[in-house]
């Protein structure tokens, strides 16, 4: 890869990410003033700068990653296959799962990948690996740019792997793709200053309370509601927590000592 490609893939990605944010901002902005689960909460803190720098850097690492990822496992699963055949493969799909429908392959990658998330989201908050997740819980004033804070082992080892995972057993890269994009919007959602609670659809569904709890500093919310969209996985491994009329009023990881800046978050983990 020469400077030129390289350049290109940097202005890309943050075309990308600015395109995000602009769009995302005019959706819940307004309607976290609307809306708002907490009220008091301000618009603009400190903490915007840090979430959107993990918005603007880590995306342009991550595709490095997401290659690297995919290599190293193309490679173990078509040893011996000419380089073309591979490159076909991950590029239109293969298997039973690469000839399903476009839409069937999106519900499938959905489902799976909500699963798979739910353990690796509970695996991250165990002894060995919270120091890492800790970054996410962080911010004490959580909205929807607190999407994007996520410490790159973190992220790397559960979105970017599940997903190379998605096309490594067959699926195609719009499947993959289509529920990525969908996925943005849905957790900026979640994440939102949004007193929404769903209702009768709030076990189907994951809304802004449902997670906000998982975010709370509040230790009865503590360790609940791991799941990314589908809120039976909670139910059914006993983690669901979300009682009525009551909303959660404090976010944040108590009694640490987390940087409030990126590059010092970066770091942190690595000095626990």
Known sequence: MDIEQLFYIMVTTWQGFLLWLVLLFCLFVPLSKLTPCNPTQPIFHKGLVTDALYGLILPLFTRFIRIAFIVIGASAIFYGDSPETIRSYLENGFGPLGQLPLWLQA???????????????????????????????????VDWLSTFRFHPVNLWLSFTLVDTLMLLVGFSPEAVALMAGFNTIYS????????????????????????RWH??????????????????????????????????????????????????????????
Do not use: C
Not at 107 to 127: A, K, N, Q
Not at 191 to 206: C, E, R
Not at 241 to 266: C, E, H, W
């Open 188 to 211: 900026s959602m979640v994440h939102a200053n949004l007193n929404w609670t769903f209702g009768p659809f709030k076990y189907i569904f994951a809304s802004p309370v449902f997670h």
């Open 107 to 141: 519900s499938i990658v959905f489902i799976v990948s909500d699963f798979i998330l739910y353990w690796t989201h509970r695996w991250f908050h165990g002894r060995s690996m919270w120091r890492f997740h800790a970054i996410h819980h962080s911010s004490e004033h």
């Open 215 to 272: 975010h709370t500093s509040q230790e009865e919310g503590m360790d609940k509601n791991f799941a990314p969209t589908f809120p039976l996985l909670d139910i059914v491994f006993g983690t669901f927590y979300m009682p009525d009329n009551t909303l959660p009023a404090r976010y944040g990881v108590p009694g640490s000592n987390i940087p409030k800046t990126f590059f010092g978050q970066i770091l942190w983990p690595f000095r626990q």
